[in-house]
């Protein structure tokens, strides 16, 4: 692309581009992760008996990367406000603050998906199972998606390109997060 | 403010010359583009292959229907197994690999940067791995057929326990490469989609506002937006389905606490709204051609968009109507029923209004016209039996009959086929440069309405009289066949070869009329809209000087004016204004 097109210069709604599609993307994945969870709400309301599977879950774990993830939120906003000041290399620092986050919430699911599997719960395991590895795993896998992206921009926003990105991958991290904060109870706690 | 005619010659604005300038490689200019109208000439013939093929596979299971037991000419003998996957793949290719990418993605792709006066969209290289993806879901999905036994043939709908088992489908290899592709296709149109919703959004030319969009691009960007709404539930269903087939999960496993019920309220919750993403560009279609046709202003243009909407909010909760018969509470029909029944009045109203517009205007019959003009009467068809399938005690008979096929083939016909035909006709020389030539269109025109009604009026005669629809050969049942409807059957399988006969004078007058069609003017039709301000065939960057826009898309015949049209972006000279 030798220049911006005129497509890409315009903006008529007042929002600029990349938060506008940001924004239809997390409403693309709402709709995702919405069946997800209404079908395993539905079917857990039919099923009493898979609060005993719950019980197999490792609520600590669950507990210590809700507060992982939250936290890393907090640097995430933080990163904004940094490139907002046109300060990259601070957005910088606090992208991969935010990425370690995600990280230590991934090598955590990593031993607890480890442990639960030595146990005998895997994916074929019965209903409560199928749904638990399905959700709680594409919810991993935006994780990592995310920490992937994040670390691109960080990379370039420390030579001070690109800072509306850091806006964008952030709004995408606190709607992982906000998953996350539904995923949590109703996988974990509700017994 | 330079007029249209001045700045064609005079703007090598920094934009414009830019492009003049492009020597593109084969391989850049067909294949690696991400020029919007390029994108949209391969959804375009790529979902005319399809069809083709679609259309090629209904040839044979309707010849099978017909002479049951027979060799097929060109295909060989039927058996059941080849007759489940025929007719599934028939349904799967026709809905998503051919009126998605043609309605869609392929005048969605031509139209919106155009019509809203901007150089392309705003995310050209997703938009080229958009048509990427969905290539490669075409190239899976047809892989599929040359598989140990065969393509999948577990009916386009793929309900579990027929489809998470290969013991009970027959095709466990077809069935997975099915979920597959049709996943691949549902992110490629997410991809186009959300490009479609934001160019529309943020890209629009100065001046136009909300009230000035064509209606075809609101249609469009309004069936993207009901698509990403419906499709994502689908797409975790169909996670959960293929984990089933090949990872022993048990969502829809009723004997280790899944429910097979869950699929249909997942498939059905997407493909109900299906069915409005796939009418609304013709609809809008329709409305672009009537109006120019009629030299009249659009009847209600905020009628047709409130009901639009109207219907769009509603077609998330009549879902159930597909499912009356699969063991749902009783309460829970009646509440579906009504919200079908309801759903049928903003889609009357809208018909009223094209039909209002109609009224009183001087008329040309052009082959886009009739394509639009028998869209409403046959759409009507569609829309009036669909009554009758919405009202739950009707649906216990008529379910599963041909009575079905005969009413949903009645709704996405017109939609599909005769929507893509009609915007074909009406849009050619824009994306070609050439016209079409009107008697061979008038020829296939009236041979495939013709044909079509032939072939799918009997069909609501034999699924009146109760022929079900999964039957591969009645002289295996016997004793569940009536008198007299072995005539129908062949009556309907002779409509649709002559149906797919007539397919050739298209083909003769599209590839004829590519190289020695009459040259195509600017503006051949006397349209408003921004499209037709540009030279034919549209040029890389569309606008040599970008358009300002002043008023809306359908004034025609508007009083006072020497000319029955006004083009959007012509500015009211002050001779004019004095007069206003």
Known sequence: MSSRSIANIRSVTGIPTARLVTWWIIASEIFIFGGLLVSYVMHRLAHPEWAIAAANTNTKAGAFNTFVLLTSSLFAVLAHQAADAENGKKAAKFLRLTSLGGAIFLIVKGFEWTHEIKEGFVLSSGGFWSFYYTVAGLHGLHVLAGLIIMLIIASDAAKNRDLPRVQCIGL????????WIFLFPLLYIAK | MTTPATGAQAHLGSHGDEHAHHRQSFFHKYLWSTDHKMIAMQYLFTGAAMALIGGYLAYVFRMQLAFPGQNVPGYGLVTPG????????????????????????????????????????????????????????????????????GAFGGAWTSYPPLSARGAYNLTPLGASLWLLAVALEFVAFLLGGIN?????????????????????????????????ASVGPLIAGAVMLFFDQRLGTAFYDPGRGGDPLLWQHLFWFFGHPEVYVVLLPALG?????????????????????????????????????????????????????????????????????YIATLYGGSIRFTTPMLWALSFIAEFLIGGVTGIFLGASGADIYF????????????????????????????????????????????????????????????????????????????????????????????????????????????LINFFWSLRHGKVAPENPWLSNTLEWTVPSPAPHGNFAEMPTVYRGPYEYSAPGRETDYWPQNQPISPLEEAAL
């Not at chain 2, 150089?119 to 958009?130: A, G, T």
């Not at chain 2, 030299?295 to 159930?320: D, E, P, Q």
């Open chain 2, 285 to 353: 279609i329709v409305a672009e051609i009537i109006t120019v046709f009629a030299r009249k202003k659009l009847f209600g243009y905020r009628t047709v968009l409130y009901t639009t909407w109207a219907t769009g909010i509603l077609s998330f909760v009549v879902w159930a109507h597909h499912q009356f018969i699969a063991g749902i509470d009783p309460r829970m029909a009646n509440v579906f029923t009504i919200t079908t029944l309801l759903i049928s009045v903003p889609i009357t109203e809208m018909i009223f209004v």
């Open chain 2, 399 to 506: 379910h599963d009959t041909y009575f079905v096929v005969a009413h949903f083939h009645y709704t996405f016909f017109p939609s599909a086929i005769i929507g893509m035909f009609a915007a074909l006709a009406f849009w050619y020389p824009k994306m070609f440069g050439r016209m079409m030539n009107e008697t061979l269109g008038k020829i296939h025109f009236w041979g495939t309405v013709v044909a079509f009604n032939v072939t799918f009026i009997p069909l609501f005669i034999t699924g009146a009289a109760g022929d079900q629809r999964r039957i591969y050969s009645y002289a295996l049942f016997p004793e569940q066949d009536k008198p007299g409807l072995q005539h129908l059957r062949e009556l309907s399988t002779i409509g649709v070869i002559v149906l797919l006969a007539f397919q050739v004078f298209f």
């Open chain 2, 196 to 228: 479609f919703v934001v160019t529309t959004m943020n890209g629009r030319a100065p001046g136009m506002r909300m009230w000035d969009i064509p209606l075809v691009v609101w249609m469009i960007v309004l069936a993207s937006v009901l698509f990403m």
């Open chain 1, 172 to 179: 995408y991290w606190h709607f992982v997060d906000i998953i």
């Open chain 2, 82 to 149: 080849k007759y489940n996957s025929l007719v599934t793949m028939h349904g799967t290719i026709m809905i998503f690999w051919v009126a998605m990418p043609v309605l869609v993605a392929a005048f969605g792709n031509f139209l919106i940067p155009l019509m809203i006066g901007c150089d392309d969209m705003v995310f050209p290289r997703i938009n080229r791995l958009s048509y990427q993806v969905f290539l490669l879901s075409a190239m899976v999905l047809l892989a599929s057929f040359f598989v140990h036994n």
